[in-house]
T-cell receptor, first 111, second 116 residues
Framework: SQQGEEDPQALSIQEGENATMNCSYK?????LQWYRQNSGRGLVHLIL?????REKHSGRLRVTLDTSKKSSSLLITASRAADTASYFC???????????FGAGTILRVKS | EPEVTQTPSHQVTQMGQEVILRCVPI?????FYWYRQILGQKVEFLVS????????KSEIFDDQFSVERPDGSNFTLKIRSTKLEDSAMYFC??????????????FGNGTRLTVT
């Protein structure tokens, strides 16, 4: 399959702490994307990193990509209770037109 | 901000019945997708659609499934004869360009399908 695993499966932290989630994949990619899902809702795009990029920032989000290890990480700094959600990475598989999602990390931020 | 809308939000049907899930993608988007998420599990790709034809489909998308863009705004997923295991949240998504062109997907809030 195209997608690997994310870890951890679940993460519980205190408000103000940083949260780091990791993602691995198996095939060559054009880009890797991170999405957020609040309970019972649709997925919301957070950030896209291209295969020729190593790091990208957007507000409190920092994404890294290591294509040699086929892995990515999402760092959320200074977390807030409102960051409580599931976070998914997704890869495009370089050819074709589909985005394949990982199993996700459930993040709980306690206030 | 434009958004993808899906109707109904919840559909209950009996096993063996046909269901049609409806989506209105964002108006200037050219690529359309259906995904499903069984409760507590991962988001699974079903099908992508571009230029009025299926671009890619997964193994899940068998002969019981079909998609259609009947007019300039709607995008539908039909399940011909529902099974209990079709119970899931179905998400529609759209994008300006294909995922290989670094284009993010915009998702609707889903239709929860319950097959009894």
């Amino acid at each position: 399959s195209q997608q690997g695993e994310e870890d951890p499966q679940a993460l519980s932290i205190q408000e103000g702490e940083n949260a780091t989630m990791n993602c691995s994949y198996k095939t060559s990619i054009n880009n890797l994307q991170w999405y957020r899902q609040n309970s019972g809702r649709g997925l919301v795009h957070l950030i896209l990193i291209r295969s020729n990029e190593r790091e990208k920032h957007s507000g409190r989000l920092r994404v890294t990509l290591d294509t040699s290890k086929k892995s990515s990480s999402l760092l959320i700094t200074a977390s807030r209770a409102a960051d409580t959600a599931s976070y998914f990475c997704a890869t495009d598989g370089k050819y074709g037109n589909k985005l394949v999602f990982g199993a996700g990390t459930i993040l709980r931020v306690k206030s | 901000e434009p958004e993808v809308t899906q109707t109904p939000s919840h559909q209950v049907t009996q096993m063996g019945q046909e269901v049609i899930l409806r989506c209105v993608p964002i108006s200037n988007h050219l690529y359309f997708y259906w995904y499903r998420q069984i409760l507590g599990q991962k988001v699974e790709f079903l099908v992508s659609f571009y230029n009025n034809e299926i671009s890619e489909k997964s193994e899940i998308f068998d002969d019981q499934f079909s998609v259609e863009r009947p007019d300039g705004s709607n995008f539908t997923l039909k399940i011909r004869s529902t099974k209990l295991e079709d119970s899931a949240m179905y998400f529609c998504a759209s994008s300006v360009a294909g995922s290989s062109y670094n284009s993010p997907l915009h998702f609707g809030n889903g239709t929860r399908l319950t097959v009894t």
